[in-house]
């Protein structure tokens, strides 16, 4: 499993980006995206499984962020909308074949390079 992130960018406040985490192995069951801010620790964004039946989205970006995925290119997209200041950071994706909670960084052993989004007031 290889995983690499991109998408990242200088956006304004309120626009929009869209992520992408190719996988270049087979496909896992399960992917997430984490985030972390200067100076902060990484956190929870959103995962899904590969069915889309399981999925899980972070308070914080509930109702703007949307997590999907193409198996057949082995893709997991994450649409991010109505971006604010406070989103900026460096997202990564993670991956593996099972989660509990699917919001921990311990759950995924598989780890993309990230890709930093940065959005202007």
């Known amino acids: 499993v290889q995983l690499q992130a991109s998408g990242g960018g200088l956006v304004q406040a309120g626009g929009s980006l869209r992520l992408s985490c190719a996988d270049s192995?087979?496909?896992?069951?399960?992917v997430g995206w984490f985030r972390q801010a200067p100076g902060k620790e990484r956190e929870f964004v959103a995962y899904?499984?590969?069915?889309?039946?399981?999925?899980n989205y972070a308070d914080s970006v509930k109702g703007r962020f949307a997590i999907s995925r193409d198996n057949r290119n082995n893709t997991v997209y994450l649409q991010m909308n109505r971006l604010k200041p406070e989103d900026t950071a460096v997202y990564y994706c993670?991956?593996?074949?099972?989660?509990?909670?699917?919001?921990?960084?311990?759950?995924?052993?598989?780890w993309g390079q990230g890709t930093q989004v940065t959005v202007s007031s």
């Open positions: 993670a991956a593996d074949e099972e989660v509990r909670s699917g919001t921990a960084e311990y759950e995924y052993d598989y």
């Open positions: 192995g087979r496909i896992v069951s399960y």
């Open positions: 899904m499984n590969w069915r889309g039946d399981r999925r």
